[in-house]
């Protein structure tokens, strides 16, 4: 595989004033590869003002900046295609809360030297969460096993949202396509990987409840996650792109 010299790291933003400076400091010092793109949805905390001062401030970093909340999956999406019009070898999927630790990017990246697509995983070597209350682990172990199940993919974590994609992978999804977010775009894209032969390998990482902001998860996005499983594996079946 190419080696990869140029990486964007790309962070999904709503609310994150508390967050965002720090986790992009974080993310450019954790490796000198990587640039990082804040897709911000008009948040009315201010995160896009900090997000411009930094930019302003460092050639490494980009905002775009959306005009509403319009969703977890259209600002990767929209990150993608960013990627994809400049010379990036590959994208890091990264929250902006810190839940997911900038220091592991290093060990995503040389797993990615060998992979398509790397999975920052907290269930690949037991359960490595902190913080969480036990109902929101249940929950999010049990839409792990689910779409396991409903998905035929054989990978522990599938609604990770720490993730390393080559370029070669972006290029296979049908971008204007993709229309879940939250947990369904995050199972969705190691669908369409996983379908197009690609190779995914797990890392462990250890995810770390955000201590600053709050979550925005919602029921709707875990229902929208447990039907539209088993519309991609049907899609899959018939031969139509989900
Ligand atoms: N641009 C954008 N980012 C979002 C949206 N919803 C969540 N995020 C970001 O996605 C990441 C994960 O969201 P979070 O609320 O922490 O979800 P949780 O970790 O599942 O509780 C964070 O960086 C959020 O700021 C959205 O609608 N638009
Ligand atoms: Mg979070």
Not at 60 to 86: D, M, N, P, Q, W
Not at 123 to 144: E, K, T
Request: charged share 25%; proline share 3%; aromatic share 10%.
């Amino acid at each position: 595989m190419n080696p990869l010299r140029k990486v964007l790291a790309i962070i999904p933003t709503y609310n994150e004033r508390e967050n965002v400076r720090t986790v992009i400091e974080r993310v450019l010092a954790a490796d000198e590869r990587v640039s990082v793109l804040v897709v911000d949805d008009a948040s009315p905390d201010g995160t896009g003002a900090i997000v411009e001062e930094v930019r302003r401030a460092n050639a490494r970093v980009s905002l775009i900046e959306r005009g509403g909340k319009l969703g977890l999956g259209t600002a990767y999406v929209t990150g993608f295609k960013y990627a994809l019009a400049r010379e990036f070898d590959a994208v890091i999927e990264i929250d902006a809360d810190l839940s997911h630790n900038p220091d592991d990017i290093p060990r995503l990246l040389r797993a990615a030297e060998n992979a398509h697509f790397v999975i920052g995983s907290r269930y690949c070597s037991g359960v490595n969460v902190i913080n969480w209350p036990l109902s929101r682990l249940l929950l999010s172990y049990a839409a792990s096993v689910y779409s396991r199940f409903a998905t035929g993919m054989p990978y522990r974590d599938l609604t990770a949202g720490y993730a390393v994609i080559r370029r070669e992978v972006l290029d296979t999804l049908d971008l204007d396509r993709i229309r879940s977010n939250g947990y369904s775009f995050q199972i969705e894209i190691k669908f369409n990987a996983h379908r197009n032969g690609f190779s995914i390998v797990e890392v462990p990482i250890v995810f770390t409840e955000r201590s600053q902001g709050s979550s925005k998860m919602n029921r709707r996005i875990v229902f929208e996650a447990m039907w539209r499983v088993w519309k991609m594996r049907l899609s899959a079946l018939l031969g139509f792109s989900s």
